[in-house]
């Protein structure tokens, strides 16, 4: 009888706990980060009751009074059209024709963009990194994964993540660098840069963007909106009999990012190309305290909440 080893198979089993973990499959309990996910959810007796329940409840009654406002908005607009009111538009032949909107930006505009952008200093990226981290300390979210302490190299992590950034790689990036060779930016790499280190130091970025003066010009960060954008492979995909209406069978993978309002993109993730949208704006709004501000969410048709 075959031994097995206790070794690979307590590794297999902290893997799949991992895994299980970052799905949602199992939870733990007074965590934020790993907690339940159905304790994020407002019960539905506490929903019935609210004053700030933007919809009815019942969604028939939802759908009754969506089709009324439909029904006065065609009315306004066919009656706007038999006396030849319509605004900015015209229906000739049967079709509605809309002219063309005016430019609202003065003719000067462009000159004063291409001023602003001579305006701004000739700061290395490298250096606005470094600026960054010493505000944020966003390179502590990489940590090693055996002992769990934060890099201390933290010229080669920040050029790892440089690399990924601008998608060189770490052989040319290594090739370019004075201060780091390729196997030292690899051993970085596998032993520092995971998926969760991405999430963690993205939430601790934006959340600082959120308490910038400026950011508040922008929004409050309570809405945002997630869409997905189609990156194709250069090979043939796992399920070529799986039809996508938008793709085709073409093979490739999704990126779906959330936006806040405040322009901060609080959450990417790799979806398959083929897959409902749906799903997956859950788990962008739960992912960090960013999302979980959010009051207001839009998605597009294949994304609707």
Not at 6 to 21: G, P
Not at 120 to 130: A, E, M, N, S
Not at 173 to 198: C, P
């Amino acid at each position: 009888m075959q031994r097995t080893d206790r070794r690979t198979w307590e590794t297999a089993i902290l893997f799949a706990i991992r895994d299980a973990f970052r799905a949602g499959d199992i939870w733990l309990k007074n965590s934020r980060r790993y907690a339940e996910p159905s304790k994020e959810l407002i019960p539905v007796n506490a929903v019935a009751t609210s004053s700030a329940l933007a919809v009815p409840l019942d969604p028939l009654d939802w759908l009754t009074q969506r089709k009324q406002v439909l029904a006065q908005a065609f009315e306004a607009t066919g009656e706007a059209a038999r006396r030849d009111r319509l605004p900015n538009g015209l229906i000739q032949d049967g079709v509605l024709k809309l002219s063309k909107l005016e430019k609202q930006a003065p003719d000067n505009a462009h000159q004063l963009v291409m001023d602003l952008y001579r305006r701004v200093p000739q700061t290395p990226v490298t250096d606005i990194l470094l600026s960054v981290d010493r505000d944020i300390g966003f390179t502590e979210a990489f940590t090693d994964l055996r002992t769990g302490a934060p890099c201390r190299d933290q010229i080669g992590l920040l050029t790892v993540l440089l690399s990924d950034g601008v998608n060189l790689g770490l052989r040319k990036m290594g090739a370019v660098s004075t201060t780091h060779s390729f196997w030292e930016l690899l051993r970085i790499s596998r032993w520092h840069v995971q998926d969760d280190g991405y999430r963690q130091a993205l939430a601790m970025i934006v959340d600082a963007q959120s308490q910038l003066p400026m950011s508040r010009l922008w929004g409050a960060g309570e809405s945002a909106s997630a869409d997905g954008q189609f990156f194709r492979a250069s090979g043939p995909g796992e399920a070529m009999n799986v039809v996508n209406r938008r793709y085709g069978i073409d093979p490739g993978i999704k990126g779906y990012t959330h936006v806040s309002d405040q322009y901060a993109p609080f959450s990417t993730q790799a979806i398959p190309a083929t897959a409902h949208e749906a799903p997956y704006i859950l788990d962008g709004l739960l992912s960090n305290d960013a999302g979980r501000r959010v009051k207001e969410q839009y998605g597009v048709s294949s994304g609707y909440v």
